[in-house]
T-cell receptor, first 114, second 112 residues
Framework: GAVVSQHPSRVICKSGTSVKIECRSL??????MFWYRQFPKQSLMLMAT?????????EQGVEKDKFLINHASLTLSTLTVTSAHPEDSSFYIC??????????FGQGTRLTVV | GENVEQHPSTLSVQEGDSAVIKCTYS??????FPWYKQELGKRPQLIID?????GEKKDQRIAVTLNKTAKHFSLHITETQPEDSAVYFC???????????FGKGTTLSVSS
């Protein structure tokens, strides 16, 4: 399987600031990665699909100007939450799939905006 | 796009009993159906998966069944143990390399 490393695992930021979350594929060249958001006691909701070398594909209702995704290499995708507000506090998880096999997920990032 | 419905949202069983969680999906093109177990604050862990060319798959105490005609699939856990207590998610995807779409989850509680 693939090993996905996500950092940071926890971050606390002030309202109005920006936070960057990194997702690295350690042993697989990923042309596509996925970003999910999970609120407490809820499901993993797909936010966007990150495409290496091109623009991300956002799900309906996700603000592309607020959640900036960059996939500049085959091993790194980043999610930047801009002008964060308390309602952006959530658990963010990145993942990838190797062909038609299972998905592999990062450890997740607990974002708290105060 | 794909939509996955999962029931029940909570399930309480006695240790040793069986537990069944059911999911339905909307996109007939979906061909991959995994089940994940997630503990609080951690990444989902794959426990079993099934592809559309198979009707049933078993791994020790865990089994998954798929009915493509009805577009539903189920997770069966036999001889439940307290350590099976967790949140379980079903998911579906349309084709290789695409994102998984998750159900809303089932909180399973196994009491001893």
């Amino acid at each position: 399987g693939a090993v996905v490393s996500q950092h940071p695992s926890r971050v606390i930021c002030k309202s109005g600031t920006s936070v960057k979350i990194e997702c690295r594929s350690l042993d697989f060249q990923a042309t596509t990665m996925f970003w999910y958001r999970q609120f407490p006691k809820q499901s993993l909701m797909l936010m966007a699909t990150s495409n290496e070398g091109s623009k991300a594909t956002y799900e309906q209702g996700v603000e592309k100007d607020k959640f900036l995704i960059n996939h500049a290499s085959l091993t790194l995708s980043t999610l930047t939450v801009t002008s964060a507000h308390p309602e952006d506090s959530s658990f963010y998880i990145c993942g990838l799939r190797v062909g038609s096999t299972e998905a592999f997920f990062g450890q997740g990032t607990r974002l708290t905006v105060v | 796009g794909e939509n996955v419905e999962q029931h029940p949202s909570t399930l309480s069983v006695q240790e040793g009993d069986s537990a069944v969680i059911k999911c339905t999906y909307s996109d007939s093109a979906s061909n991959y159906f995994p089940w994940y177990k997630q503990e609080l604050g951690k990444r989902p862990q794959l426990i079993i998966d099934i592809r559309s060319n198979v009707g049933e798959k078993k791994d020790q105490r865990i089994a998954v069944t798929l009915n493509k005609t009805a577009k539903h699939f189920s997770l069966h856990i036999t001889e439940t143990q307290p350590e099976d207590s967790a949140v379980y998610f079903c998911a579906a995807s349309e084709k290789a390399g695409t994102a998984l779409i998750f159900g809303k989850g089932t909180t399973l509680s196994v009491s001893s």
